[in-house]
């Protein structure tokens, strides 16, 4: 099983700053890699695919890279809609999994 | 518009069984692959299960093999979880995930969840 490490658990910024959410994978998933936003009581939304591609409406400040093992999710410039929790799931390999999440939590 | 629909749940004493529904409109069903994705309290997000379009093919988490079932009917839109020999750590938020062509994928559609509680 891919394990996906997440970190930081816990990011406090404030509006307005850039913020950078780390996932790394325990053995390579090329560019398999999404990103998922979910707000308290809601259903996960898809961001981020294949490491870099942005899902249908997602605003540009949002933007992913990275490949094999480590990637970056990065949102230039936080909303105060965007603090919230932050997961990423890999697909390249059976059982499919997630990270444990990122928080971004007002400073 | 896609929408996602989950129903099922509820309250259940370890040892029971359940069938969760997950009703599909908005899309054809038939050419994408679903998914079972479920979130304990307070906790992160695990995938649970996942069939393939045609449902030909179904894939489970070690943690659920053998006790948990997907299916699908594409006549009525509709993905199942039949879930078997609940335990305690088996309560969550069960979410219906939409995937896409292919069985192993993103989601790019949840439904709203839908809570199950395994308790005396």
């Avoid at chain 1, 997961?87 to 999994?97: A, D, I, M, V």
């Avoid at chain 2, 995938?47 to 093999?65: E, F, M, Q």
């Amino acid at each position: 099983e891919i394990v996906l490490t997440q970190s930081p658990a816990t990011l406090s910024l404030s509006p307005g700053e850039r913020a950078t959410l780390s996932c790394r994978a325990s053995q390579s998933v090329s560019s398999y890699l999404a990103w998922y936003q979910q707000r308290r009581g809601q259903a996960p939304r898809l961001l981020i695919y294949d490491a870099s591609k942005r899902a249908t409406g997602i605003p540009a400040r949002f933007s992913g890279s990275g490949s094999g093992t480590d990637f970056t999710l990065t949102i230039s410039s936080l909303e105060p809609e965007d603090f919230v929790v932050y997961y990423c799931q890999q697909r390249s390999n059976w059982p499919l999994t997630f990270g444990g999440g990122t928080k971004v939590e007002i400073k | 518009e896609v929408q996602l629909l989950e129903s099922g749940g509820g309250l259940v004493q370890p040892g029971g069984s359940l069938r969760l529904s997950c009703a599909a409109s908005g899309f054809t069903f038939s050419s994408y692959a679903m998914s079972w994705v479920r979130q304990a309290p307070g906790k992160g997000l695990e995938w649970v299960s996942a069939i393939s379009s045609g449902g030909g093919s179904t894939y489970y988490a070690d943690s659920v093999k053998g006790r948990f079932t997907i299916s699908r009917d594409s006549s009525k839109n509709t993905l199942y979880l039949h879930i078997d020999s609940l335990r305690a750590e088996d309560t969550a938020v069960y979410y219906c995930a939409k995937a896409g062509a292919s069985s192993i994928s993103y989601y790019d559609n949840w439904g709203q969840g839908i809570l199950v509680t395994v308790s005396s």
